[in-house]
């Protein structure tokens, strides 16, 4: 296919405009995490009892309108975005608030709700929408000084952390703070509010620790001389892989590993990939999160500079946590790796991610110097 320079057609502007390095990026993180899956999942759909494809037929209809939300959202123009993700935020906000009333409970807690014929996340669609919104309310608090958009921005975050505790969902209020704490550093606060923040932090780690059993559960195991039963095969998949593999589908310890196809893939590509092939795809994680943070640094446009470095931000720190839990560098969290785990709600949270991380480092092009 050949695009003119000229071409002012919604694909040719998108061809010409769009960052082709991330894209390229992104597209390579989605070809690799379906491979994954395929050599994944066929034994957790045999340990369940259920057809041996299962799980890579439902990953495919997640996939294809995933990759289209992320195509469709990069082709759209910046405003529409910002727009799409303010209603997104809406609804998500509202989901949650229902969630710990009609939610289903899964492992003792309730992060899901059902929705007609499919359940949702609510939190997985409004972690990147969020940081859309706390952006334009730190930028409008700039721009006006009647505005409060600092002040709703606090205001609107604990409100969000609050619902998420009542869930629990530690994991998910950690990503949305740790965002969220990236953006209003960088707009610049006083010495005073900066360490309040952080003893805020500090203390709300050690009142999870004693309010929330399974987190103490978690803590207590990562520090005791006994690993956990996970953990245990985890780092057994990773010595048994070697660093380049035992080949695909040639894995064992998968067999025995719990959410092998989700929370803890990265020990499956570990024993069946090697060492090789999972500093090539940290390496790939580590590409993107440098390039939109320096795109974003050199962005004269507030608004989105603190876009992308809160939905990045979270991006990174969900890829830190998924492989640090793998390799016994944390405790564990249930907690997927961007577009390598399977799931629904996180795939298209992640499409949604993508989607808007194109769309914001698009370039601006001067169609009159081809004239």
């Known amino acids: 296919m050949y695009f003119n320079r000229s071409d002012r057609t919604l694909l040719g502007n998108w061809f010409w405009c769009v960052d082709k390095w991330l894209l390229f990026a992104f597209l390579m993180l989605i070809f690799l995490g379906t491979f ?39 082709a759209l123009e910046q405003r529409t975005v910002r727009r799409i993700c303010f209603g997104l935020f809406v609804v998500s906000f509202i989901l949650l608030i229902f969630v710990p ?16 014929f499919f359940s949702i ?20 608090d700039e ?17 969000i952390l609050g619902l998420l505790l009542l869930q629990p969902d530690l994991g998910m209020s950690f990503l949305v703070f740790s965002g ?9 606060m006083n010495w005073i509010v900066l360490i309040l923040l952080v003893l805020l932090g500090i203390f709300s780690v050690i009142g999870c620790y004693f309010l929330f059993p399974h987190f103490m559960m978690r803590v207590d195991k990562f520090f005791s001389t006994s690993e956990s039963y996970q953990i245990k095969k985890s780092l057994q998949s990773f010595a048994h892989g070697g660093f380049f593999g035992v080949g695909p589908g040639e894995g ?34 580590i590409f993107i999160i440098f390039r939109v943070f320096y795109i974003a640094l050199k962005s004269e446009d507030s608004f989105i500079m603190y876009s992308l470095i809160g ?61």
Request: proline residues 3%; contains cysteine.
């Open 36 to 74: 994954f899956i395929f050599s994944a999942t066929p034994e957790v759909a045999s340990t369940i009892g259920v057809e041996k494809f299962f799980f890579i037929k439902k990953h495919f209809l997640y996939l294809i309108p995933c990759i289209l939300t992320m195509i469709f959202l990069s």
């Open 101 to 116: 009333l009609l939610g289903a409970e899964i492992k003792g807690a309730k992060r899901w709700i059902n929705l007609f």
């Open 252 to 285: 064992t310890i998968k067999r025995f590993l719990p959410d092998a196809h989700s929370d803890f893939i990265f020990s499956v590509i570990g024993e069946e990939f090697g060492t090789f092939v999972c500093v090539m795809i940290l390496l790939l994680f």
């Open 180 to 188: 969220w704490f990236a953006q209003v550093f960088v707009v610049g």
């Open 311 to 371: 939905v990045t931000v979270i991006f990174a720190m969900q890829v830190i946590i998924n492989v640090a839990s793998a390799i016994n560098l944390m405790p564990t969290k249930g907690m997927t790796l961007p577009f390598i785990s399977y799931g629904g709600s996180s795939y298209f949270s992640i499409s949604l991610y993508a989607g808007i991380v194109l769309c914001f480092t698009k370039k601006t092009i001067n169609y009159n110097k081809f004239y």
């Open 143 to 159: 721009e006006r000084t009647d505005f409060l958009g600092k002040e709703a921005c606090y205001v609107v975050c604990f409100s």
């Open 121 to 140: 996340q609510p939190s997985e669609l409004l972690k990147f929408s969020f940081m859309v919104f706390s952006a334009w309310l730190l930028f409008k």
